[in-house]
C-alpha cells in the first residue's frame, strides 16, 4: 500500500496517528512503506538537473567505479551537493519523514549516511544482497541485551525519488518480510544469497520497490534487495538517507557489543563521538558546507532525531561515496 502525505500533514509536522501506526507496522512486518507528497517539486526539479550533472560527469571521466566492479555494471554510489541550494530542508530537515524515523527507532535516532542510488540505461542486475546484519547475532545474545528475537531494526534506509521509479527505469526488486528470516544471522560476514538458492525460493516471489516523485521508501535494509536493470534512455536517480537507532554507536551505525564503560560515558557526554572504523571515538558526523548550516538551524526536528551534521568551508562530494556519508573535506593549502 502507497501512503500519502497531505498538505495539512506537512504544516502541522505529523501524520494521523493511526496512519503513522500501520506505516510503522508495515516496516515491522513487511519491511517497507512508501508514503507519497513529502518532497517539492521544486526540490525534485533542482536536484534532479544536478544528480544528472554529476552522474554524466562521472561516466564521462571514468570506466567502471569501485562501487560498479562490487556491485554491478551502471549503479552508482554518488555524492549529493552539500552546499546550498541543493541542501533542501524538506529533504533533510523534514518532520513527517523524521516522525516515521522516531517511531520505527525510537528516541536518540540520528541520520548517519547521505547520498545517491544512480541507475544508468543499459545497467545490469545486482546480486540479491541485504545492506545491514542483524545487530543482535542469536537469540540468546539477544536475550543478554534485553532484545527480542528477531531483533529490531536499528537502521531504517529512506529511498527519495525526483521522479517515477517504475519497473521501466530500473525499480529495486524486493523480498518482502525478508528481513525478519534469522537463518541468515548463523552465516559469516560477507555470505552470499546466491549460496542458499531454497531459501530464496521460500520467500518468492520477488516484488519491485516502485516509488512516485516526491516520495520516500521507508525499508528496513535487512530486507533482501537487488538493483535491477534500466530500460529506459534516462538516467535515474534514487537518493538514500539512512537512520540509526541510538543504540548504534559505530559512525556507520553497527551496535558495538561490549564497549568499555569509561567510552560509553564518552560518547553521553559528546554526542559527536562515535566508535569509528579503527575501534577509537572520533567524530562521527555528517559534513556539509557551511552555506547549508541554516537549513539545519533554522528548521529543528520535532521529533527528536539528530542531524549529525558539522560544517566546514568546502567538500568534495563526488569523492568517497561511503565515508562521512558521502563526501570528502577540502583541506586548505
Known sequence: MIYECTCIDLGRGELDPEVL??????????????LTGLVSQESQALLMESVLEDALQVRANSGMTPHEKHTGRGHLQLGLRRFAPYVRPDLL????????????????AWLGFYNGNVNMPGSTFQPLHFD???????????????????PRATTLSCSVAFQDI????????IYPGTHRETEVAKWPLGERLSNHP????????PSRMEIPAGGICFRDPRMWHRGMPNGSDGVRPMIALTYHAAVGRHWRGAVVHDMAAEDIARCHADP????????????GRLVFENSARSVFEDNPSQHGISRNARFVPKVDHTRDAHLLGGARVIQET
Open 272 to 283: 559527536v563521538l562515535r566508535v569509528m572504523d579503527d575501534g577509537k571515538l572520533g567524530d
Open 93 to 108: 530537515t523534514n518532520p513527517i519523514t523524521e516522525s516515521i524515523v522516531a517511531a520505527v527507532l525510537g528516541e536518540g
Open 21 to 34: 501506526q500501520q506505516i510503522r507496522e508495515d516496516i515491522e512486518s513487511r519491511g517497507y512503506a512508501v
Open 166 to 173: 517504475t519497473v521501466a527505469n530500473g525499480a529495486t526488486e
Open 198 to 205: 531454497e531459501l530464496v525460493a521460500s520467500w518468492g516471489p
Open 132 to 150: 545491514r546484519p542483524f545487530s543482535w547475532r542469536s537469540e540468546e545474545q539477544a536475550a543478554k541485551y534485553g532484545e527480542s528475537w528477531p
